[in-house]
């Protein structure tokens, strides 16, 4: 396995860790934490509208495979 691709992994871990403990501090701080909460499910649904469309879309794998750059 790369270097890159192991120091990319250790970057998500954290990543996710600090999301989370970024959301229980918002439920924990609950009524204040409710607007931070509406902008963590804004930004959640904007992250799987795009993840959904680039997985699901062909003509994206087509250049992806087919064109040189």
Known sequence: ????RLALIFIAIAA???IGVMFLG?????PWGLPGLVVFGAV???FWRVLRE???SAEDDYYEKNIKQ
């Open 1 to 4: 396995m790369p270097l890159e």
């Open 16 to 18: 996710a860790i600090w």
């Open 26 to 30: 918002l439920v924990a701080a609950l």
């Open 44 to 46: 959640g649904y904007l």
């Open 54 to 56: 680039r997985l699901s």
